[in-house]
């Protein structure tokens, strides 16, 4: 399978503990995507990376969620001091654009679901 | 980024077109009409993209008056497995591409 893939699927926790989720994007994909997405709700944007610079952090929830793609390739997010409100699907996204290009095609994988309690 | 209005959800029987329609007022020059497809549990699926006027491929046709202040995405002869969340998205396909989901629309395929 050539996807988007995470891990892992399902991750529950216990309040103030720090989690850390893992994103292996499409292999020739240079574009990398956090967003979270709640119930009833559609996903939300947190961040994203070209190669390994992250260039846009603003929309990360606060100063506890911080995301990583140290060589380009796979990314983490962590959740540091977890709440009971960081309970959500945390989604990964991944495309390739050329350079000096634009695109607006993302494939996303299945998910990582937090419960925190 | 414009913002864009779906109904919350429709139901549809199994063998029909499904319509599914989107507005987005605000949309600028230089952005384009974008349609995902949700699961449950799984992420979202990209349909099918376009600017103006009609296109289709596989899976679906998107419709786009002159105006571009609406959308109608198309779904011909759904089946059950069509059943899930479909999100309009408006947007220019430069810079950071971050997507900006609404609720989207819960489109329920009936036997």
């Known amino acids: 399978d050539t996807g988007v893939s995470q891990d892992p699927r399902h991750k529950i926790t216990k309040r103030g503990q720090n989690v850390t989720f893992r994103c292996d994007p499409i292999s020739e994909h240079n574009r990398l995507y956090w967003y979270r997405q709640t119930l009833g709700q559609g996903p939300e944007f947190l961040t994203y990376?070209?190669?390994?610079?992250?260039?846009?952090k603003s929309r990360l929830l606060s100063d506890r969620f911080s995301a990583e793609r140290p060589k380009g390739s796979f990314s983490t997010l962590e959740i540091q001091r977890t709440e009971q409100g960081d309970s959500a699907m945390y989604l990964c996204a991944s495309s390739l654009v050329p350079p000096g290009q634009g695109g607006y095609e993302q494939y996303f994988g299945p998910g990582t679901r937090l419960t925190v309690t | 980024l414009a913002k864009t209005t779906q109904p919350i959800s429709m139901d549809s029987y199994e063998g029909q077109e499904v319509n599914i329609t989107c507005s987005h007022n605000?949309?600028?020059?230089?952005?384009?009409i974008t349609w995902y497809q949700q699961f449950p549990s799984q992420g979202p699926r990209f349909i099918i993209q376009g600017y103006k006027t009609k296109v289709t491929n596989e899976v679906a046709s998107l419709f786009i008056p002159a105006d571009r202040k609406s959308s109608t995405l198309s779904l011909p002869r759904v089946s059950l497995s069509d059943t899930a969340v479909y999100y309009c998205?408006?947007?220019?396909?430069?810079?950071?591409?971050?997507?900006?989901f609404g609720k989207g629309n819960q489109v329920v395929v009936i036997p």
């Open positions: 998205l408006v947007g220019d396909r430069s810079g950071n591409n971050r997507l900006a």
């Open positions: 990376f070209q190669n390994e610079a992250q260039l846009e």
């Open positions: 605000n949309i600028a020059t230089n952005d384009y």
